[in-house]
């Protein structure tokens, strides 16, 4: 009897590993790389000089500074949200250095026919004062998703590099940053054109109590008109030109994450 109960253990307990083996509590991030690179294109959205270009800028920054950013496409999130897995990606990697945790990674997965597309930018303890989280939130949504909403991943991708090398740098400050990038009111186009309906028919009295029936003559304020045609400005790009000063990439340093960060989906 005795051999009999643990094999019935030892049966059990082999039903419940290949369970989990099949359906796993937690996604499996990605191995980390070896040799070591700051771009890891697993999704295979990038051209290989598109790879290049971005490696070679941040490998330049991780020399130059110990600040690392880690770009990693992936072709699922395995049902893990975009904010764990790339917390989970910079803490297990160690991106950044130990030191002072100045690790960042920009987590991209592509919308497909049934999934919607997914970026997060997660933030080393560092960095979560130089890139707080509502300006994270700012540049998924003014530099990366409008791109990627054009089909331009590696334009969007790449602005973001940009602006948080500039960020890390100290180039600019968030509070500039936000001051360039305000946060649009919802309000705002609702208010718009409750003043601009309140106007055309102030107008159109007007011009009913003086007899003239021309639509032509509408006294609407230049201003007003002047403001519905500029309402359509759109951001032109990130901050400044960076150019790549070569070298080898040496490896994560062992930064740790505390859950910085923010992202987005379309």
């Excluded at 950013?69 to 072709?75: D, E, K, L």
């Excluded at 160690?94 to 690790?103: L, M, Q, Y």
């Excluded at 970026?119 to 300006?135: H, M, Q």
Aim: charged share 20%; proline share 5%; hydrophobic share 40%.
């Amino acid at each position: 009897m005795e051999i009999n109960s643990n094999m019935k253990k030892l049966i059990c307990i082999l039903f419940v590993g290949l369970y989990l083996f099949n359906n796993p509590i937690f996604a499996a991030i990605p191995t980390k790389p070896f040799p070591p690179r700051l771009v890891n294109d697993l999704a295979s959205v990038f051209t290989a000089e598109e790879a290049n270009a971005l490696e070679s800028k941040l490998v330049d920054l991780s020399n130059s500074t110990k600040t690392q950013i880690a770009v990693v496409t992936v072709r699922s999130l395995d049902g893990e949200s975009p904010y764990q897995y790339a917390t989970q990606i910079g803490q297990e990697w160690g991106i950044g250095d130990a030191k002072f945790d100045n690790g960042i990674v920009i987590l991209y997965k592509p919308k497909t026919s049934d999934s919607k597309g997914e970026v997060f930018i997660a933030t080393g303890y560092g960095l979560e004062g130089v890139v707080p989280d509502a300006i994270a939130k700012r540049i998924v949504e003014v530099e990366m998703i409008p791109e990627f909403k054009r089909g331009n991943t590696y334009k969007g991708i790449d602005a973001a590099v940009n602006t948080l090398i500039s960020l890390s740098k100290k180039e600019f400050t968030a509070s500039d940053y936000d001051k360039k990038h305000p946060k649009k009111s919802k309000s705002a186009p609702i208010i718009i054109f409750i003043i601009i309906f309140f106007v055309i028919i102030s107008s159109f009295r007007r011009t009913k109590s003086i007899g003239n029936s021309s639509i032509g003559r509408s006294n609407v304020p230049f201003w007003v008109l002047l403001g519905m045609m500029g309402s359509g400005n759109r951001h032109s790009g990130s901050f400044g030109n960076f150019s790549s000063g070569g070298g080898s990439f040496g490896g994560f340093g062992g930064g740790s994450f505390g859950g910085g960060g923010s992202g987005g989906s379309w």
